[in-house]
């Protein structure tokens, strides 16, 4: 690995015992390269890198905005790139990662591919045109999710339970409940309804939340989230 800090250096060969070097000797020595960097410093890395890569070398990108054609013409020539939005989750090996390709990434290069991205999670091939979805739906959501989690366990101290017990609680009911959609296959909208008993205390809750516009929110939200993906 590579890092312009040297406190991130020492600090990522101490905890995962990685082998650290300059950039363009990474570039030179690696099969498959990883840009991990905000997407405002990709222009000056490939400019550093360039002239190291080879065209039998896999680029991996993980930052939103940046399309496989401008970053073929960064490179300036020809290069096998993958684009890929990860998510946090990735950290408990529960991540999910849309992924794409330029057309000089092999069949059997894009397969070794998919299945490193899947050493953490999840990892599904899309067309590059749902990347900049892909970021709000799964790679800026656990942000999302964690508001959420933490309003709820907020309402269940204000109730009385002890805040790192209804942080046990909140988070296990948002597990639980995104396990049955994956594990069921069944719409949300029909468990939801599996949950609102006739007359009961879930409906009323609901009831508040589409006055309060709770759908209509996170889409928006999404949606903002989207449009600023396009414009990095």
């Known amino acids: 690995m590579s890092d312009i800090s040297k406190d991130a250096t020492v600090k990522a060969v101490e905890t995962f015992g990685v082998q650290a070097s300059e950039s363009t000797v990474i570039a030179k020595a690696a099969d498959i390269l990883f840009l991990s960097v905000k997407p405002q410093f990709y222009e000056d890395v490939i400019s550093e ?3 190291s890569v080879t065209k039998d070398k896999i680029i991996i990108t993980i930052a939103p905005g940046k399309t496989l054609t401008w970053l073929r013409e960064k490179f300036g020539k020809v290069v096998k790139l993958v684009r890929t939005m990860p998510n946090t989750p990735a950290l408990v090996g529960a991540g999910i990662t849309g992924v794409c390709r330029n057309s000089n990434v092999l069949d059997s290069e894009y397969e070794d591919v998919l299945a490193l991205l ?11 045109r749902l990347m900049d979805a892909v970021v709000s739906v799964s790679g800026s959501s656990p942000a999302y999710v964690f508001m959420f989690i933490e309003a709820m366990a907020d309402a269940a101290v204000a109730d009385g339970m ?3 017990q209804a942080y046990r609680f909140a988070a296990q009911a948002v597990y639980g409940s995104a396990k049955m959609v994956l594990d069921t296959g069944k719409h949300p909208g029909e468990l939801k309804d599996m949950v609102c008993s006739p007359g009961g205390t879930t409906i009323e809750a609901v009831k508040v939340l589409e006055e309060k516009g709770f759908r209509g929110t996170i889409m928006d ?8 993906a396009k414009g990095l």
């Not at 899947?118 to 590059?128: L, Q, R, T, V």
């Not at 939200?221 to 600023?228: D, P």
């Open 118 to 128: 899947s050493s953490f999670g999840k990892a599904e091939d899309i067309p590059e």
């Open 162 to 164: 002890p805040r790192a």
């Open 221 to 228: 939200a999404m949606e903002a989230c989207t449009k600023k």
């Open 49 to 51: 890198i360039r002239t």
